[in-house]
């Protein structure tokens, strides 16, 4: 079956530092890969997802995420983070070309 | 575009109670899924739709769950006999076909069931 782990629970960064969270998932086959995001008080919604082609994906407000199917991973990157970056993030993969498999996610505060 | 919506946006109830949940997916979308999120955790798979058919529910989806989705419009998920365990948010999303399709969630319902 297919699994998402994220390594990183809690991320505490200052305003201006770099970010890097992890997610790596299980399934060797073609795959599509997800980052959401859940602002404080907000719905989910979608960062940024990979489909084929250029594995390095650009997302909204500046995040970018690269595929490494060597790795089986699909980190999330930005070069400088915000306090209105402080939020949950989960990676996700479609299981069975449906619905979608959720890491447990990584809780980002940013302080100003 | 006004997104998708469920009502309501939190249920307290007592063990024991049945409850309804309700989800309005973005209009032109054919599939609707149900996900359930408890503290510390991502959202977990319980069942979607494909219009009006059921086409899958997760082993989490016990036998006091049900969903529906009439005429492919909006969907309402019961539970029956609510336990303690239930407590968690019930967030819905609807994309256009599979999962190559972006998902879309709703805000959620939270239900706390004492």
């Known amino acids: 079956a297919q699994s998402v782990s994220q390594h990183n629970h809690h991320v505490i960064l200052s305003e201006a530092a770099s970010l890097e969270l992890g997610c790596n998932y299980s399934?060797?086959?073609?795959?599509?890969l997800f980052w959401y995001v859940q602002y404080p008080g907000q719905h989910l919604q979608l960062l940024l997802k990979?489909?084929?082609?250029?594995?390095l994906v650009k997302g909204i407000k500046g995040f970018e995420a690269e595929f490494i199917k060597s790795k089986f991973s699909f980190n999330l990157r930005k070069p400088s983070v915000q306090w209105s970056d402080t939020a949950e993030y989960f990676c996700?993969?479609?299981?069975?070309?449906?619905?979608?498999?959720f890491g447990t996610g990584t809780r980002l505060q940013v302080f100003p | 575009d006004t997104g998708v919506s469920q009502d309501p946006r939190h249920k307290i109830t007592k063990r024991g109670q049945n409850v309804t949940f309700r989800c309005d997916p973005i209009?032109?979308?054919?599939?609707l899924y149900w996900y359930r999120q408890t503290l510390g955790q991502g959202p977990e798979f319980l069942t979607y739709?494909?219009?009006?058919?059921?086409?899958?529910k997760s082993r989490l989806l016990s036998d006091r769950f049900s969903a529906e989705r009439p005429k492919g419009s909006f969907s309402t998920l019961e539970i029956q006999r609510t336990e303690q365990g239930d407590s968690a948010m019930y967030l819905c999303?609807?994309?256009?076909?599979?999962?190559?399709?972006?998902?879309?969630f709703g805000p959620g319902t939270r239900l706390t069931v004492l």
């Open positions: 999303a609807s994309s256009a076909s599979g999962a190559t399709d972006t998902q879309y």
């Open positions: 399934y060797g086959g073609t795959v599509n």
């Open positions: 990979y489909f084929s082609g250029d594995p």
């Open positions: 996700a993969v479609p299981y069975n070309t449906d619905k979608l498999i």
């Open positions: 209009s032109e979308h054919n599939r």
């Open positions: 739709f494909q219009n009006e058919a059921q086409l899958e």
